[in-house]
């Protein structure tokens, strides 16, 4: 657990709404920052003290849209209680709290707004309104690790929810495309004389060696060596195998996990095992979409991939923080489906396990 990067100031919004003022409802505190508090003491509860790990439902709105929410998501927030390390405001906000309390703090976009940070659809001189209920105590890590067992699994369910959702609004509305690449795809095996499996969701995979065992599934994480090219090129954007790309260790996969790799990869790796090596056609649309990743990757471009599944082990044995490391960049995260207030962040909320982004 990071005592540092303590609050994220763009979370977002849950049923539990604490927006609403009430009568007898505090108003709001000028912080020394500029921003704007109110604490709720709605049951007077154990007061926190240094040294606590407090537990939390973060959420927030921007006007009407909901931004973020721990309760939505089914996995509260954990994090120390150390008012030496917290930022500005929260320094002063939190230096008296007990459990029960409901906080809440109006901020002013504008700051994001002028550095570039907001979405699209934010402006200056509105407020971002982010909410916190400390919802328990803890006085060990140990016991902060028992308490997030008991939501990973319904956690664990609705995100699963929400994945097959976003997939299932991302082929749909991307099908003209997947199509498109589809018939380039199969002409270029025809002409080549190669022979083919088609994922359920539209790669290609034509394997060089097969595999032993089970085919990859939810559950399994697998060390991936890689190397992507452009389709219409054929010139290589990365690679963990040649040392000139300077990272040439394999990769782990999080097979049940969408959104860490190219949807493309999720794609073939179901159709691999432990062993397998395959070159891999991926149509743009489970890549990097219309709006392309570098110069070598162009809008709507197929990638290709050849890779390999060097090992396979169980998630339940791999910490969470050494899955993710230099990925071969985002999934089609442009595709639609993804809502704008998962693009900006401006700030961080409490996290107990740090996860690194995609390169």
Do not use: C
Request: glycine share 6%.
């Amino acid at each position: 657990m990071r005592k540092a990067a303590f609050f994220l100031l763009f979370a977002g919004m849950s049923a539990f709404t604490l927006a609403q003022t009430t009568p007898g409802t505090p108003v709001y505190t000028k912080a020394s920052d500029g921003s704007f508090y109110k604490i709720s003491s709605f049951a007077k509860g154990i007061k926190l003290s240094q040294g606590n790990f407090m537990e939390m439902d973060v959420s927030a709105t921007y006007k009407d849209s909901v931004l973020f929410s721990t309760r939505e998501e089914g996995m509260p927030q954990y994090a120390l209680y150390d008012t030496t390390v917290f930022p500005v405001p929260f320094k002063e906000i939190f230096s008296n709290i007990h459990v029960g309390d409901s906080v809440t703090v109006r901020v002013l976009t504008d700051s994001i707004v002028s550095k570039g940070q907001a979405p699209p659809f934010m402006q200056s001189g509105q407020y971002i309104y982010q909410y916190y209920v400390i919802t328990n105590i803890y006085e060990t890590k140990q016991q902060v690790d028992s308490a997030q067992q008991t939501h990973a699994a319904v956690a664990r369910a609705i995100a699963e929810k929400k994945q097959q959702e976003q997939l299932a609004q991302i082929l749909a509305d991307n099908k003209d495309q997947i199509a498109k690449d589809s018939k380039t795809i199969e002409a270029y095996l025809a002409k080549n004389k190669l022979k083919a499996i088609k994922a359920k969701w539209g790669s290609y995979l034509v394997i060089k060696k097969p595999g032993t065992g089970k085919k990859l599934a939810a559950g399994d994480i697998a060390s991936i060596k890689y190397t992507g090219r452009s389709f219409s090129t054929n010139k290589a954007f990365d690679s963990n195998t040649d040392p000139a790309f300077k990272h040439v260790e394999p990769y782990r996969v999080n097979i049940g996990q969408l959104g860490t790799v190219i949807l493309g990869w999720n794609d073939a790796l179901s159709e691999m095992q432990k062993g397998s090596k395959a070159t891999v056609y991926i149509p743009s649309s489970l890549a990097w979409g219309s709006q392309g990743a570098s110069p070598d990757i162009q809008p709507d471009e197929i990638v290709v991939f050849d890779m390999e599944v060097s090992a396979v082990m169980n998630e339940k044995d791999v910490p969470v923080a050494d899955v993710a490391n230099d990925a071969p960049k985002e999934p089609a995260k442009k595709a639609p489906v993804k809502t704008p207030a998962k693009k900006a962040k401006p700030v961080a909320k409490p996290k107990t396990t740090p996860k690194k982004s995609g390169k």
